[in-house]
């Protein structure tokens, strides 16, 4: 994710606002994955600030915005921004962002303890339908927390084993021990 970042901070800098903005975006969710929220937020700002025609990277902005907000507690800014990023995803006519925002919404739902099964369910749906693996894996994996039913991560494994991604080896953990916390998504005991 550091790499990540740092090849990111090349675009800054160069004049093309829409290349900023997207690779500011993206800035964002790294921060985030990092659990570096106060950062992610900064980049996130910096971004849905620079005026630009892409309604796909607005989007994402408000997207993972609202993952920034929801994770440092700020429920409802948090569900602003996800409606925000969702009324927009819906204006594209692009079921992949459609879903890709749904799955915020549902991370977020989960953090702040609202329902969330819903938009997983949805986000499933429209992953399969597109042929988006990594979207579909991430929403068994929300509907896993979401229901507390582990055949979600069951079936989410095969998903992230195959496509070669750290997060398999999370969706173990959590199968070995349902009830364990390992991850910020898992509910407090």
């Known amino acids: 994710l550091a790499e990540g ?19 500011l975006t993206s800035l964002g969710m790294l921060a985030h994955l990092l ?3 106060a950062e992610a937020a900064g980049h996130l700002r910096r971004a849905l600030a620079i005026e630009h ?22 429920a409802d800014a948090a569900l602003r921004h ?3 990023a969702l009324a927009l995803a819906r204006q594209l006519d692009s079921p992949s ?12 739902s989960l953090r ?10 949805q986000a499933l749906r429209l992953a399969r339908a597109a042929g988006g693996r990594i979207d579909e894996a991430l ?12 055949a979600y991560w069951r079936a989410a494994l095969p ?5 070669g991604v750290a997060q398999a080896d999370l969706v173990r953990a959590h199968l070995a021990d349902p009830a364990g916390r390992w991850c910020d998504l898992c509910p407090a005991t």
């Open 139 to 150: 929403a068994l994996d929300g509907l896993a927390h979401a229901t507390g039913d582990p």
């Open 97 to 108: 962002a459609v879903g890709t925002v749904l799955l915020g919404l549902g991370e977020t």
């Open 112 to 121: 702040i303890g609202r329902p969330a099964a819903g938009e997983f369910r």
């Open 159 to 163: 998903i992230l084993v195959e496509l």
């Open 82 to 84: 996800h409606r925000r």
């Open 35 to 37: 659990h570096r929220d």
């Open 53 to 74: 025609d892409n309604g796909r990277t607005r989007a994402f902005g408000w997207n993972n915005l609202g993952l920034t907000e929801g994770r440092q507690g700020r």
């Open 5 to 23: 970042m740092a090849h990111l901070r090349q675009a800054l800098g160069t004049g093309d606002r829409l290349l900023e903005a997207t690779a």
